[in-house]
């Protein structure tokens, strides 16, 4: 029955347009920027709607310089690609959840229209890469949603293919490299408690803007690394620089540290507590072996201390073991490094976050969860549209894009 009424509604649709156009082929008319056009002919294509394909009689106009127009596929919102605008949101939806198979039989399955995986892709990193030139260049500011913003950020590895990875040194025994690194900004407001008073959260309040992006700024360049760029622009977009209270959170990576201070010097900088204890426990096991009791309660003892302010008595332990232990040094000098940032009875007075746990989920949920899937190796530029199409997504931006770009 559905089959049946979409074909129907689709041969309604394609006499309508057809019936319209036959009377609509003016033997001079000018492009959106005056170029006089000179009507030649029809010429038929077979597009794909929401009701099912339709074939179209378009007229075709010429330019003085031989080039095509076709201004009728242009009202009617037809791209290049045969998609109506309708199939296109369709595509951003699934292809910027799904992979571009599975997206593709899910718009079969819901809608009975036969987009084939390919299409899927080509049309899904087509907006992604409208996207992204949306993003750089519409940054409209609003006021913040609370009076505490936070700002986190991490990074995440992406399978690439070879040859975006050729002469670059990573992980792998042999010291190549299989992954770029997907850099993810997350802000947010946190003024909910959970079941323990704990400050989480506030539903809503996450957007969220990453790419495969260098975050490193030399002291000669004259303007931010593009990664930094990003995070300026998403931080005005969400109001976080008008915030009475600005947060940065994160791990303990230099590139987020830096970024916080050069772009939000007036910032509390706060290390996520997980992540601090962690660096103690591994500390404790490289002092004292892996299943020694003794060495789990010495950590257990530091981890408390840690949360009760008291890091010179933590830094005081370390040194006994530092010089004969890397990862005792590398620890103490750690806690050293971060003191302001590991100010956990100052930071729980203020009623802030010490957990980055909605970023890490964000590059678990955000980036691992589209573009990590078994089999997948992308390119920088197939990797970031879809990336900025998965954001937009999330941040609830997508059909507000699709709305404009309709009426564009």
């Known amino acids: 029955m559905r089959e049946t009424s979409l074909r129907t509604a689709a041969a309604v649709l394609e006499r309508m347009i057809n019936s319209a156009g036959d009377d609509s082929s003016a033997a001079i008319t000018r492009a959106d920027d005056g170029t006089v056009l000179t009507y030649v002919g029809k010429r038929t294509k077979t597009f794909v709607t929401v009701l099912g394909e339709i074939t179209l009689h378009r007229a075709y106009y010429t330019d003085g310089n031989g080039r095509g127009y076709f201004p009728q596929d242009r009202n009617l919102g037809f791209d290049t690609d045969c998609l109506s605008g309708g199939v296109k949101r369709m595509i951003g939806h699934t292809a910027g959840v799904l992979s571009f198979t599975e997206s593709s039989l899910m718009i079969r399955n819901l809608a009975g229209l036969h987009v084939g995986s390919k299409h899927v892709e080509r049309a899904g990193e087509a907006l992604g890469q409208e996207i992204i030139n949306t993003e750089k260049s519409q940054v409209v500011q609003v006021p913040p949603c609370s009076t505490t913003m936070y700002l986190g950020m991490d990074g995440t590895g992406c399978p690439m293919r070879k040859e975006e990875t050729e002469g670059r040194t990573g992980k792998q025994p042999d010291g190549s490299a299989k992954t770029r690194e997907v850099k993810l900004a997350v802000v947010f407001s946190a003024d909910s408690r959970d079941s323990h008073g704990k400050p989480t959260r506030d539903v809503g309040s996450v957007s969220y803007n990453a790419a495969i992006e260098s975050a490193a700024t030399a002291d000669v360049d004259e303007s931010l690394s593009e990664f930094a760029q990003r995070t ?161 997504k999330l941040s609830g931006r997508f059909d507000a894009f699709m709305d404009q770009r309709r009426s564009a």
């Open 232 to 392: 300026e622009r998403e931080t005005q977009r969400r109001g976080f620089d008008k915030a009475a209270l600005q947060v940065v959170i994160g791990d303990g990576a230099k590139w987020i540290w830096n970024i916080a201070d050069e772009q939000f010097p007036d910032a509390i900088q706060i290390i996520d507590l997980f992540h601090a204890k962690g660096t103690i426990s591994t500390a404790a096991k490289a002092i004292f072996g892996t299943e020694n009791k003794f060495g789990a309660q010495w950590a257990k003892t530091c981890r408390d201390e840690l949360e009760a302010g008291k890091l010179e008595r933590i830094i005081e332990k370390l040194k006994a073991f530092a010089e004969n232990c890397k990862e005792a040094r590398q620890c103490r000098e750690y806690l050293i490094t971060n003191r302001r940032r590991l100010n956990y009875p100052r930071f729980r007075a203020l009623g802030l976050c010490t957990s980055s746990g909605i970023v890490e989920s964000g590059c678990k949920h955000v980036i691992g969860a589209r573009v990590k899937q078994s089999g997948m190796h992308w390119t920088v530029r197939g990797a970031n549209a879809i990336i900025a199409l998965r954001c937009f």
